[in-house]
C-alpha cells in the first residue's frame, strides 16, 4: 500500500534520463536509466560529477533486469563501493535472481574526451547462484574480500555472505533472523556490522531492534550485541531509522523515543559497552520516514562532514555537523527529496517541489555555499500552476489536522466542485509535490484538497498512531469533516464533491461513501476491499500490518468484517470508478471482480476497468492516460457537468 509514483507526464512523453537510485562516489556519480522498456531493461550509468552536460557512460552492457524486490517493495537495487582504490559495482538482477559484480577504475582526464570516465578492471561475474527468494542490496564488503548482505528465502531473512572471487557460488547463509531485518551497513574496516531488526506484530516504523555484530579476521561472527538504552528503548516501543556509520566506531541513526524521529550518535568502540555520544531532541522536526522500502537515506557522509535531511513545517532542511557538532541549516526549495548522497563535501540529491518536476542537484561543499540552496540551483518553475495552501482543520475527535488545498485556475462553474484526494499508506502522507493529475483538475475548474488525514507520517509519532485500531474510521472522519470545512466557507459546490483514493485511499474512499451523504463519487485505484482477505493472502511484508490499523484477528474479527467495504458494497448507491491490474500481488484484483456485478447494477455510471499488465501501482503511461480520460468522463456524466 505504498504511494504511487507520481505521474511526471501526460499523453505524448519525450523520452529522458530519469536518473533512478542516483549515487556519488569520489568525483563520478551513478544511476539507473531504462535502455528497454518493452524488454523491462536497464542499466546502471555513470558520469563525472556536476558535468551535467557530458555523455553519461553506460556500465553494465548485457542484458539486465536491474531490480529489488526485498520484502515486496524492493528499494535500491544496487551498490558502488569505494574498495582498494576502485568501484566496486554490485547489483541484483532479476533475470537470473542473482547477484552480479563488476570492478571499475578511474580513467585518466586527458582520456576522457571520449566519454568514458571508468575503466572495466575486471568483467561482470554472477557471483551467486539463482535464488527463489530475493536479495537486498544493502552490501558490505569486508578486507578479506567477501561481501555480505540480507536475503529472504522461505519467508525469512538471512544474513549471507559471498567470496568476491569465486564465480555462480552457493550463498553462505551466516546468522538466520528472527522474521524481518533491514539496513544493514559497517565501520570502514567491516569489522563491525549493524542492522535493524522487527518481528510480529510490528511494522519496522512501529518497533523495531538495532543491532551490532563483530567480525574477525576470518569474517565470521564472533559477537551480536542488541543495543538496548533506559533513555531510549529499554522501556518503550522506539523504531530506529538509518543506522549509519561516520567513522570507524561512530554511528548515526534516528529514533523517535521522544515523539519525533531525532538524531542519535552512538559509540561503538567496545560492542560490549555502546554508549550514547550525542544525542539531538527537536519537536516537529522529523529526521525519519515509514521504512516501506529499503536504502532510504537521510543521512549521508563522514564525522568530519555529516549532512543529514529533515522535514521541518511543509518543507525540507539539510543540516550540516562537523565532528559531531551543528555547524549550518541550509534551506531548501523541496517538498521531496531521493537519492541524497555525499562525498565528502560533495551533495547529490534529487529534488521535487510544488512548481517544479524532479532535478538533479549536485553541490560541493568545498565551495561557499549559502544557507538557502535556491540561490544556487536553476529551477525551471511551471508556469499556470496551482500552488498547494497548508490548511489545517478539526478532524477526528477535534483533532489538528493537515491538509493541501489547490484552488481552481480558471471559473468553469459557479462553484468549484471539490475533490478530495485520500493517500495511499495508510501511514504515507502529501507532501505538496507537483502532481499533474491534480493540475489537471484545477486546470478544468475544480477545488483540490489532499487530506493528510490521523495516521500519516511527518507530524510526529502521536499523529500517526491516531489510526491504531481505527483505519477506517479515523481516516473517513478527516475526510469528511475537511469537506463539510470547505462547504462551510463556501469555497466549494457542496452538491458536488468526490473523493479519489489509490490502496489504502481506495479504502478510505469507499467507507466515505458508506458512511454519510456528503459524497457525490468516488475514483479509486486497486483499493483495499477485504480486511479478512488482506490479512490472510497479502505478501509477508504487510502480513502483521493490521493488527495495529484495526487489532488483532481472532479478537476483533467483527471490525474485520464491517470495515471491509466488500461486504457493504451493496449499501453504497453513489457512482464508483474503480481501476485494477491484474498482476497486483498486495491487493488481488479478484476482490475487485467479485463487486463488479454488484456495483455496476447498483450504481448508475459504475465502471471498472482493469490493466491486464498492471501491479500495485500503474507503470504505463498509457494506461495512465487511459485512467484520466475515463475518470474525465465518469465525472461529466456523474456530476451532470
Not at 533475470?95 to 571499475?104: D, G, N, S, Y
Not at 500519516?456 to 491516531?466: H, I, N, P, T, V
Request: hydrophobic share 35%.
Amino acid at each position: 500500500m505504498s504511494n504511487d509514483d507520481n505521474l511526471k507526464v501526460r499523453q505524448k512523453v519525450s523520452r529522458k534520463k530519469a536518473f533512478k537510485e542516483l549515487t556519488i562516489i569520489k568525483d563520478t556519480i551513478f544511476w539507473i536509466d531504462d535502455v528497454d522498456e518493452s524488454q523491462n531493461e536497464n542499466a546502471i550509468f555513470a558520469r563525472p560529477f556536476n558535468e551535467k552536460d557530458a555523455f553519461p557512460q553506460k556500465l553494465t552492457s548485457k542484458k539486465y533486469k536491474i531490480k529489488n524486490n526485498f520484502h515486496g517493495y524492493g528499494g535500491n537495487s544496487y551498490k558502488c563501493i569505494d574498495f582498494n582504490d576502485n568501484f566496486y559495482l554490485i547489483w541484483i538482477d532479476q533475470l537470473t535472481k542473482a547477484v552480479w559484480f563488476q570492478i571499475f577504475q578511474e580513467v585518466l582526464s586527458n582520456d576522457r574526451s571520449q566519454n568514458k570516465y571508468l575503466d572495466s578492471v575486471q568483467e561482470p561475474r554472477q557471483i551467486s547462484k539463482s535464488i527463489e527468494g530475493n536479495f537486498d542490496s544493502s552490501f558490505v564488503i569486508s578486507k578479506t574480500s567477501f561481501l555480505y548482505g540480507i536475503c529472504e528465502i522461505n519467508d525469512r531473512d538471512y544474513l549471507f555472505s559471498l567470496n568476491l572471487k569465486e564465480t555462480k557460488q552457493d550463498i553462505h547463509l551466516i546468522k538466520k533472523f528472527k522474521n524481518f531485518a533491514g539496513d544493514l551497513s559497517s565501520n570502514a574496516s567491516a569489522s563491525l556490522l549493524s542492522w535493524i531488526e522487527w518481528d510480529s506484530p510490528y511494522m519496522p516504523w512501529e518497533k523495531n531492534d538495532l543491532f551490532f555484530a563483530q567480525l574477525n579476521l576470518d569474517g565470521k561472527i564472533q559477537k551480536v550485541k542488541k543495543f538496548s538504552n533506559k533513555l531510549i528503548n529499554s522501556i518503550k516501543n522506539v523504531s530506529f531509522f538509518q543506522p549509519y556509520w561516520i567513522s570507524e566506531t561512530i554511528l548515526v541513526c534516528s529514533e523517535d523515543s521522544s515523539g519525533w524521529w531525532n538524531l542519535l550518535f552512538l559509540d561503538v568502540s567496545e560492542i560490549e559497552n555502546i554508549f550514547i555520544n550525542k544525542r539531538v531532541e527537536r519537536n516537529c522536526i522529523e529526521y525519519g520516514l515509514p521504512q516501506w522500502v529499503s536504502g532510504i537515506k537521510l543521512f549521508s557522509g563522514d564525522i568530519k562532514n555529516l549532512f543529514c535531511l529533515a522535514k521541518k513545517d511543509n518543507g525540507l532542511i539539510v543540516e550540516q555537523y562537523k565532528d559531531l557538532e551543528f555547524f549550518k541549516e541550509f534551506s531548501t526549495p523541496f517538498t521531496s527529496i531521493s537519492d541524497f548522497s555525499v562525498f565528502q563535501k560533495k551533495v547529490l540529491l534529487k529534488g521535487y517541489g510544488s512548481d517544479f518536476l524532479g532535478i538533479v542537484i549536485e553541490i560541493d561543499f568545498a565551495e561557499k555555499v549559502l544557507s538557502n540552496f535556491s540561490d544556487h540551483i536553476y529551477l525551471d518553475h511551471i508556469k499556470d500552476c496551482s500552488k498547494p495552501e497548508t490548511f489545517w482543520f478539526k478532524g477526528f475527535e477535534g483533532q489538528s489536522t493537515h491538509s493541501f488545498l489547490y484552488r481552481p485556475l480558471v471559473e468553469n462553474f459557479r462553484k468549484p466542485p471539490l475533490l478530495i484526494r485520500a493517500h495511499s499508506g495508510p501511514t504515507s502522507f502529501f507532501d505538496g509535490s507537483y502532481n499533474p493529475e491534480v493540475q489537471y483538475w484545477t486546470s478544468n475548474g475544480f477545488f483540490v484538497a489532499e487530506v493528510n488525514y490521523g495516521g500519516s507520517s511527518g507530524f510526529g509519532k502521536a499523529y500517526r498512531e491516531r489510526l491504531n485500531y481505527k483505519w477506517g474510521i479515523v481516516d473517513s472522519y478527516d475526510c469528511k469533516a475537511l469537506a463539510l470545512k470547505l462547504i462551510k466557507l463556501n469555497l466549494v459546490d457542496s452538491g458536488k464533491v468526490i473523493i479519489f483514493g489509490n490502496s489504502a485511499g481506495g479504502f478510505t474512499a469507499l467507507n466515505c461513501l458508506l458512511y454519510g451523504s456528503i459524497f457525490t463519487a468516488a475514483i479509486c485505484k486497486y483499493p483495499v476491499l477485504d480486511l479478512r482477505d488482506m490479512h490472510n493472502n497479502t505478501h509477508r511484508f504487510e502480513k502483521d500490518y493490521l493488527n495495529s490499523l484495526v487489532g488483532n484477528y481472532e479478537k476483533n474479527h467483527y471490525d474485520y468484517i464491517n470495515r471491509s467495504p466488500i461486504n457493504q458494497i451493496k449499501k453504497i448507491k453513489k457512482p464508483i470508478l474503480l481501476f485494477h491490474g491484474k498482476k497486483d500481488m498486495v491487493i488481488s484484483y479478484k476482490q475487485t471482480l467479485k463487486i463488479q456485478e454488484i456495483l455496476i447494477q447498483n450504481n448508475k455510471y459504475s465502471e471498472v476497468i482493469f490493466f491486464e499488465n498492471e501491479g500495485h501501482g500503474f507503470k504505463n503511461i498509457k494506461n495512465r492516460e487511459v485512467v484520466m480520460q475515463k475518470s474525465q468522463e465518469f465525472l461529466k456524466n456523474a456530476l451532470s457537468i
